[in-house]
């Protein structure tokens, strides 16, 4: 029984995972498609952004 319930939360976890990524994909898709002028240049840009301040938030911090 303790393996099942365990499967279930692994699957829910995956799920949850898959959700999420499927979203984000959607987000990156709409927000693509409303640039015009030099999109490729702008959405790698905010690619890029987003990636460096994600970066920072997971360093850990270096006494002064």
């Not at 499967?7 to 829910?12: I, N």
Request: proline residues 3%; hydrophobic residues 40%.
């Amino acid at each position: 029984m303790t393996t099942t319930k365990a499967a279930r939360v692994s699957l829910l976890h995956h799920n949850v995972r898959r959700e999420a990524s499927a979203e984000a994909s959607r987000f990156r898709g709409d927000f693509y498609e409303c640039l015009t002028a030099r999109r490729d240049e702008l959405f790698e840009l905010a690619d890029a952004v987003l990636y460096f301040k994600a970066v920072r938030q997971h360093r850990p911090e270096v006494p002064r």
